[in-house]
């Protein structure tokens, strides 16, 4: 289950000698402005990693969290090779924003968010926090609030204890700590859970503390691996809209990692796509779902199948097979609610209509291959006649929905299916 590290309050707590900046320059760190705080060669170098970064929109690289051309690697892997887990990822996270992180299991995302913590060091590159160096800050000055999944809250202490680990550390006076502790549970949504014991608390009532926890010290950046994975999956839909309510009310600003497209797309403002160490895009979740652009980060939002130009001619697909015409690796990918079905038939000459479309719609036949109910709806695998994956030879998968009260589509149902091409996307593969 999920805990809080204690977290930070920054600005009471370091020296002006941790700030030290790159060119030799010592700032007062109280109410600097932003000018004052900045460091031209890192800002320079930061800002030639946003160019290379095409779709990364930041205006003002001197606040908040600054990544320039980060790499972490371990030094000895199973095989006794170095793992390099992160590549050279760059990123900024201006103040009050939320980034998630989303990639596969190894894709080496709590390698990156465990640098930006200090639990890692960074093999090469900075991190920085409103343009200053923090490579050499140490964890717990960082002013960074940490929440895992894995860990435990402490189990001896109350609720109100618990929130009010990181703010004994910071010597905070007892009367202002209850203060906090009761507005941190307010917010989280825990009014008078001070004085339960952490054993009473249901899973999800657990993570909420560990939320008001990592935020009762106010700290700078919030970081949050996988928070809500230990969750099923109703209670974390609910919560990751609370947690992003919660972070958003407070002006906090957060890196949010989780390998669950619809979790990062809830939580984040904007949503970085990692693969094999690499940060490969990142847009908004409205920006990934329409251009993902690469056919890795199609395929890890559940955009499904791939379609040759070819092919998307023959589906109809006109617009988006244009545009993929004549160019190498180019492909016409489905979206998740790209098909939609419309008749179903039990034998040839026994259709069922399942909506009020005519007959003149432009439809595609398939035939069911298995058939699952989601989110309230039905959704269905289906083969269409003849539309092949030409590097297996086998057919290709179309995924189609239905109404949950359509009539029951089995496996061997022939159906026809309406396409919305804009639901799809034009992708290529990146390493082509
Ligand atoms: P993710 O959080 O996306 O699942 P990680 O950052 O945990 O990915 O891991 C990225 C890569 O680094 C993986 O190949 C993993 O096996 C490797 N790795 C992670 N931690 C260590 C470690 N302490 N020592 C060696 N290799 C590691
Ligand atoms: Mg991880």
Redesign the pocket.
Known sequence: MTTTSPSFTPDEQMTPDEYVASDGRVPSHKNADSAGRTNPTLQAEARGAVRECEDLRVTDMSRGLGIADVS?T?????WGQP?H??RNVNLTIGPGHIVA?L????????????AVAGL?DVASGDVTWDGRSVVRTPVHQRGFGLMFQEGQLFAHRSVAGNVAYGLVSAGIPKVKRQAIVDEMLEMVGLPGYGNRPITTLSGGQAQRVALARALAPNPRLLLL??PLSALDRALREQLAIDVRTIVKSGNTTAMY?T?DHDEAMTVADRVGI?DN?ELIRIDTPAGLLTDPRYLEVASFMGFAPFLTPAQAHRLGLTALANRSDNQLDSFVALGQRAMTIVRAYTSLTNGEQIDNRGESDQVICGVVQQSRIHQGMRECDLTIDQFIDEKTGKPLIFQARAPIDAPVIKAGCTVDVLIDESCCANVFARNR
């Open positions: 972490v371990y030094p000895a892997g199973p793992v887990a992160v992180l990639g596969a299991s190894g894709s080496g995302k709590s390698s990156l968010l465990r890692e691996d996988e990692v390998h990692m160490g």
